[in-house]
């Protein structure tokens, strides 16, 4: 089965381009393209993709689309290209549900490596972005007290770990050989115990704490 593929874009040239590259990938689809916030949310809804590719700065709002596909089809795994490296617009995005934040400065063979990983259950930030995003989710005043790791029991670090390596919740729990609806409400735990709204922060949190090796 292909991946689904939707693109949102609000620049016809480049999204054309992007979904010509796409397409190349042997186990992609291109199901649909959008030039707004509001046709990707109608589109969503038609076409029920794997992946929602979105752009930040599009009529409407980028963010706001993730929100709205993220609150009506949470199976729906979303993606941000984008120009921006603002801080609060990484932040933003994983708050509204992204799972992927990629700078459009990638190139197509880049993309699309990513795009499989993210298609498969794993998340993606941007390496030069992922640590800013980790310091700005520690500045002063963020918490009343930082984030760590301490506090998780040994089933949740061992699971911690293995999503750090950037597995998926199967793949973790064929790992340590428990049932994948077991790892999601451990994950939903340690979310909670580590103040994170996704996956991608209980991942750099993780790393920060025990090195990139986890």
């Known amino acids: ?9 609000d620049h016809p040239i480049y999204r054309e381009g992007l979904a010509r590259s796409i397409a190349e990938g042997e186990d992609f689809t291109v199901a649909g393209e959008a030039a707004s916030a509001a046709e990707a949310v109608a589109l969503v ?3 029920r993709p794997d992946l929602a590719l979105l752009d930040i700065s599009m009529p409407g709002g980028g963010i706001a689309a993730a929100a709205e596909i993220h609150r009506r089809y949470p199976e729906v795994r979303i993606v941000m290209l984008t120009v921006s490296e ?10 509204a549900g992204a799972v992927g934040y990629v700078l459009k400065g990638v190139s197509a063979t880049e993309l699309l490596a990513i795009l499989r990983e993210i298609a498969a259950g794993h998340s993606h930030v941007s390496p030069a972005l992922a640590a800013r995003l980790l310091t700005a989710m520690q500045a002063p005043g963020k918490n009343d007290a930082a984030p760590g790791v301490q506090d998780l029991t040994r089933r949740e670090e061992d699971i911690l770990r293995h999503v750090a390596r950037g597995l998926s919740n199967k793949e973790v729990a064929i790992a340590l050989g428990l049932r994948e609806k077991t790892v999601k409400h451990y994950m939903t735990t340690i979310l909670e115990k580590l103040r994170a709204r ?9 790393r920060e704490a025990w090195g990139d090796g986890t």
């Open 45 to 47: 809804e038609a076409a």
């Open 86 to 95: 603002a801080d609060h617009d990484v932040m933003a995005a994983m708050k």
């Open 1 to 9: 089965m292909k991946v689904r593929v939707v693109l949102a874009d």
């Open 198 to 206: 996704n996956r991608v922060e209980a991942t750099l949190i993780a």
